[in-house]
């Protein structure tokens, strides 16, 4: 099915680092669970056919039953069981998707404000490049730092992005990557390293300094202030 193109969401971490007993996915920023807000995005997204929603095991039927149809979220066409690592629950997403797909987009639920042009951006850019995510050009200086405490490099910053999601592949690049570096036993923290590692070339789309991921509890302070901002822009 040509210009099939599929967002697999991991959602199946367990907010460790949060400190709640929730997963941080499922806290509530502004009225609705945090997950929500980019699975919105996507739904709205003219550019998206269908989203595959993975989440820890013990929620698929939450998700199924209450999330997904008391929010609207009619392109959620699968809630898979994520995995040990996200890198595993991306693998069973991507192994959910249909052979037929064209473009993968992989965002993770807890980036609560990607735009819809972001993902327009980078479906384009895969369609173009093969593979493509959203960075943004790194503002501070970086030091290499050795396990004494004691800096052993600055690095150029002019070459230094902070990668962000959503990140889009074609199909077969993604499925392959994946399989590839779990056969090797790679640990990736985003899904274009697995790409880079075949030697393919990844392109980058300017992504936003809103695009954060909710990760620790200052997090959630910040996402509100970000929706406040954009609530208030929206509605003067
Ligand atoms: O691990 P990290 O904090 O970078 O999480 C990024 C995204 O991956 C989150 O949306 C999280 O729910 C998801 N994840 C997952 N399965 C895991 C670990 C994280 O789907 N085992």
Redesign the pocket.
Known sequence: MADWVTAVV????RGVRMGTGVPK?FLTLGDIPLLVHALRTFEASLIISEIIL?VPQDDCQYCRETIVPSHGLTKVSQVVA?????Q??VLNGVQAAKSTTEILVIH???RPFVSSMMITQVVEAARQHGAAIVAIPMRDTVKQVNPDGVITHTLNRDELWLAQTPQAFRYELLLQAHQQGKADEVEA?DDAFLVERLGRSVAIVQGSSDNI?V?RPEDLHMGQAILTAKRSASCP
Do not use: M
Not at 82 to 86: I, N, P, S
């Open positions: 991991p959602a199946a971490g996915q993975v994520g995995g040990r690592r996200r595993d629950s993770d639920a807890v923290t991921k990760t």
